[in-house]
Every structure is written in C-alpha cells, then in structure tokens.
C-alpha cells in the first residue's frame, strides 16, 4: 500500500500567489481530512470529505482558502493570495468511514513556505 | 475550551524509565481515542488506539481510558532514545467523523 500521497512535498511561493496542494488518499478510503500544522497552534482541522462530499469546513480560515475532491481518489487545497501567514505544513489524512474505530492514516504532508 | 488538552512539556525521562503522557478530553460523547508519534519534520504515525474504559497493551505502550473522568493516558516502558519524539493525542467525537487533536507532548528519552 503506498499510503496517502501528497505533492509537493515543499513549497516556496511569494505572497500573492496561488498554491494548489495535492492528496491522493489510500486506495478505498472514503473519509479526507485537511490539517494544517504550526508550532503555535498544533494541528488544526481545516475540512474534512466523506464519499468526496465536504462535510465541515469550519476550520477554513478565510475565503483565500478553499478545497475540492472531485472523486475517490484526489483532493485539492488551494490558496489564492497566499499571505506570509499561511506558512505552515499542511497534512491530508484519510480512513475507512464505516470502520468503528478507523484511524486516521497521513501522508508526509507539504511544507508550505510564503515570503 | 478546547476539545482535547495535552501538557506540551518537555517531558524528560532516563533510557529505561517509564513515560506517562496524559490527555483530557471536553466531549463527553467521545467513542475512540488515539495515540500517535511524531518525529521532528515527519507526519504523524498511530501508535495505538483505545476505546473501552480500562488498559490496553500493546508491546511496551499501555493506553489507558478512563470515560467518567474524560481522561486517557499512554504509558512508555522500557524508554528508549528512540520513543523521544512529540507525542499526539487525538478524539473521535459523538457527532460524526471529527478528529481533534491535542496540541502534543515533546519526550526526551535521556541515554
């Protein structure tokens, strides 16, 4: 099983641009999750999909920030303008729904770095 | 408050000692709970999970869920350098397919 599978792996873009960052969940999970990571603040929820439908974005920071899964097998996060403090690394994560108990399994994530 | 509440450390114990980590939790509805490790500049990896009152053991982890206190633990034996790492509590809530996270506890395993 290759695990779920971000890209890229770092990122360095100015402010003002957009980022598009890449998830590929492991292959039958059918629940996706978006955490972004920062030493202040730990590893904060942003969205989360079940059956490639958002089911909470909450955790959304702005309108800068937004997120697709078109089908099972890929998801995006974009954010147009990145600011400086949208420098974090971002992980996707995803499990088995119907499983009780399911853990949640993440890829290696994206180190996102805005200057 | 938050759903999910961790010392953040550092916690520092000799090569051989046993590592307590605890863990509380605001949602009373909470059904599964979760330890995961992370090494500096890594993801997240699951160690165990728990979700009846009582001790589990896996190896030389022991988690520990007490519902009616809204407390769980995770107990290290035997540390090794290797165990030191930041140390993540995670809830699955009531209400649906919610993962809150605590914000971890940094272990220093001394040689």
């Known amino acids: 099983d290759a695990g779920v599978i971000q890209s890229p792996r770092h990122e360095v873009t100015e402010m003002g641009q957009e980022v598009t960052l890449r998830c590929k969940p492991i292959?039958?999970?059918?629940?996706l999750f978006w955490y972004r990571q920062t030493m202040m603040r730990g590893l904060e929820l942003l969205i989360y999909?079940?059956?490639?439908?958002?089911?909470?974005d909450s955790g959304m920071p702005e309108d800068r920030f937004s997120a697709k899964m078109p089908n099972a097998s890929f998801s995006t996060l974009k954010i147009q303008p990145s600011e400086p403090r949208d420098s974090a690394v971002y992980f996707c994560?995803?499990?088995?729904?119907?499983?009780?108990?399911?853990?949640?399994?993440f890829g290696n994530g994206t180190r996102l770095t805005v200057t | 408050q938050k759903e999910v509440e961790q010392n953040s450390g550092p916690l520092s114990v000799p090569e051989g000692a046993i590592a307590s980590l605890n863990c509380t939790y605001s949602?009373?509805?909470?059904?599964?709970f979760f330890w995961y490790r992370q090494y500096s500049g890594k993801s997240p990896e699951l160690i165990m999970f728990?979700?009846?009152?009582g001790d589990k053991e896996d190896g030389r982890f022991t988690a520990q869920l007490n519902k009616a206190s809204q407390y769980v633990s995770l107990l290290i034996r035997d540390s090794q350098p290797s165990d030191s790492a930041t140390y993540l509590c995670?809830?699955?809530?009531?209400?649906?397919?919610?993962?809150?996270f605590g914000t971890g506890t940094s272990l220093t395993v001394i040689p």
């Open positions: 995670a809830v699955n809530t009531n209400t649906g397919n919610q993962f809150y």
């Open positions: 949602d009373r509805g909470s059904q599964s």
């Open positions: 999909f079940n059956n490639n439908v958002p089911i909470d």
């Open positions: 994560a995803s499990r088995f729904l119907q499983v009780a108990n399911s853990p949640l399994h």
């Open positions: 728990i979700y009846s009152n």
């Open positions: 292959s039958g999970h059918n629940s």
